[in-house]
């Protein structure tokens, strides 16, 4: 058994690589073509504005060398890897070795909707995604100094990085208390919860700059998200002897409580981009109760259901191909008179 697990480590490290490696170069060259964001605004070279929870984000997705953009292929090769690692070490929580069907999960998750709308589109937002997923992993693999050099650099990358801070911090402080003091029982879960969702409640009022009653990307996902969140943290209630044994499943259980506010508050665009960042998590989460029979149905048949989603909600059209046009590089004061952004005015 534990030379199985060694050489499905070392096989599943290659396949991460070489796979990631190979997903970045195809979007890179645009095979895939380019999402609606990159033509509006990433297309940009080496764009060096924006504030301090979203500037690294900027840097890496708009990075080029030589009038040549390489900000898709970082970007993409940091997606794919992330998930990789995440999937690999769910595999091995769960005792699955199968390279195989490591490859072919792996395949699939990379063309669903969090991973491929964030290669070109919600590129920042995909990159503090990745460095989430990341700081789960090294967290559950015990390299705690790893886990949170990768959570910290979340806060560069977008503006849901502090969040996703705060909701890490939490879980560590809520499994230290369980682990140390014996807070087996629901009581102080809840105590914990209500603490968490009138903090987030409270710093969404005073923090966010967004529009209440924001548009709904393409079809209407908040409720069936909601739906599947408090199945998530009933389930959590019932098996929580067993779930909150793993980090990510506290994550995932207070990332839920924390974004309730969110939805109640109306800023529906950003609850859903918000579950589109942890909808991988979820299915990792879910996969815990299940014994290892079972488990290869259902990856399967979960990540080809959110395949389907992806294709049937049109999500590729937005991928279209790059055209060469004449752009000028306007310098337009800001507000203060003081910094400066570069504006590209199509002609």
Not at 263 to 270: I, V
Request: net charge positive; glycine share 4%.
């Amino acid at each position: 058994m534990i030379g199985k697990n060694n050489y499905f480590s070392f096989i599943s490290i290659i396949l991460i690589l070489i796979l990631s490696a190979g997903f970045a170069i195809s979007h890179g060259l645009g095979l895939y073509g380019f999402g609606n964001d990159f033509h509006s605004s990433y297309y940009i070279q080496n764009y060096k504005f924006g504030h301090i929870f979203n500037k690294l984000g900027w840097i890496i997705a708009t990075f080029s060398f030589n009038n040549f953009h390489l900000g898709v292929y970082f970007t993409t090769f940091i997606l794919s890897a992330s998930f990789g690692f995440l999937l690999k070490k769910n595999f091995e929580i769960k005792y699955l070795n199968s390279s195989i069907f490591f490859t072919l999960i792996f395949l699939i998750g990379l063309h669903t909707w969090p991973i491929i709308m964030s290669t070109s589109n919600a590129m920042r937002q995909g990159l503090c995604m990745s460095m989430v997923f990341l700081a789960l992993t090294f967290y559950m693999d015990k390299k705690i100094l790893l886990s949170f050099l990768f959570i910290f650099l979340s806060l560069f990358m977008h503006k849901s990085g502090p969040f996703f801070l705060f909701i890490f911090l939490c879980s560590i402080i809520f499994e230290r208390f369980q682990n140390n003091f014996n807070f087996k029982g629901n009581f102080f879960l809840m105590v914990s919860s209500v603490i968490i969702f009138i903090f987030s409640y409270t710093m969404i009022i005073l923090f966010e700059t967004g529009e209440a009653d924001s548009n709904i990307i393409s079809k209407d996902y908040r409720y069936p998200l909601l739906l599947i969140g408090v199945i998530f943290l009933i389930l959590f209630h019932f098996k929580k002897q067993y779930l909150s044994k793993n980090f990510m499943n506290i994550y995932v259980y207070f990332f839920i409580v924390a974004t309730i506010p969110i939805l109640y508050l109306k800023y529906n665009y950003e609850y859903e981009r918000m579950q589109m960042m942890m909808l991988i998590p979820y299915i990792f989460s879910f996969a815990m109760i299940l014994n290892k029979k079972s488990l290869y149905f259902y990856y399967l048949s979960v990540f080809i259901a959110l395949l389907f989603l992806t294709i049937y909600n049109d999500m590729y059209d937005s991928f279209l191909p790059y055209e060469l046009k004449k752009r000028d590089t306007i310098l337009i004061e800001r507000e203060h008179g003081k910094q400066y952004q570069e504006y590209y005015k199509l002609r």
